[in-house]
């Protein structure tokens, strides 16, 4: 069975500071990997997906992520936070593009 | 691209009520999946439609609820008898059916039960 664990329900970054939200899947097959973000009261958007091509995955707002197989993680990071970062982050795993299986979230707090 | 859309956003309603949600996906999806989130976690799958054609439900989908697809347009998921432990966010999502295509997330409808 696969899943996901988020490290770290809540995390507080300087504005400016480097943003490490921490990711470890289990999966029997290739997973696909994703991350998305939730802003309050709207839906998930979909930041970055990783599908076997290259290891280091580049999404959108400056985020990225790195897919290391053996530490079965999946670690997004972002140079500098900006305050417009603050949300919830949610790692996910997969076999498909279908039933996502979702982590429990990661808060992102920016401080001033 | 007007995106996901679900209706209504919010509902509240009181317990053994039964309620219905809508879920519009973006034109020509033809896969359409519906996720509750409860306060604190993250999504969980409960059931996706290729077109008309329900081709997976989760344990997660009980008895007491019920998701279609009449026409391979809109979906509606019912949830009847309604407890509370049905309160949760609904999430509703669509993707082309080629490989690759990832999912777009709809707002949610906000259950309340009381």
């Known amino acids: 069975a696969q899943s996901v664990t988020q490290l770290g329900s809540h995390v507080s970054v300087s504005e400016g500071a480097l943003v490490l939200l921490r990711c470890n899947y289990s999966s029997s097959v290739p997973p696909y990997l994703f991350w998305y973000v939730q802003y309050p009261n709207q839906g998930l958007q979909l930041l970055l997906k990783?599908?076997?091509?290259?290891?280091l995955v580049k999404g959108i707002n400056g985020f990225e992520a790195e897919f290391k197989k053996s530490e079965t993680s999946f670690h997004l990071t972002k140079p500098s936070a900006h305050m417009s970062d603050a949300a919830e982050y949610f790692c996910a795993v997969s076999d498909s593009d279908d039933k996502i299986i979702f982590g429990k979230g990661t808060r992102l707090h920016i401080l001033p | 691209d007007t995106g996901v859309s679900q209706d209504p956003r919010h509902k509240i309603t009181k317990r053994g009520q039964n309620v219905t949600f809508r879920c519009d996906p973006i034109?020509?999806?033809?896969?359409l999946y519906w996720y509750r989130q409860t306060l604190g976690q993250g999504p969980e799958f409960l059931t996706y439609f290729q077109n008309e054609a329900q081709l997976e439900k989760s344990r997660l989908l009980s008895d007491r609820f019920s998701a279609e697809r009449p026409k391979g347009s809109f979906s509606t998921l019912e949830i009847q008898r309604t407890e509370q432990g049905d309160s949760a966010m609904y999430l509703c999502a669509s993707r082309p059916s080629q490989r690759g295509h990832t999912q777009y997330f709809g707002p949610g409808t906000r259950l309340t039960v009381l």
């Open positions: 990783y599908t076997s091509a290259a290891t």
């Open positions: 034109s020509e999806h033809n896969r």
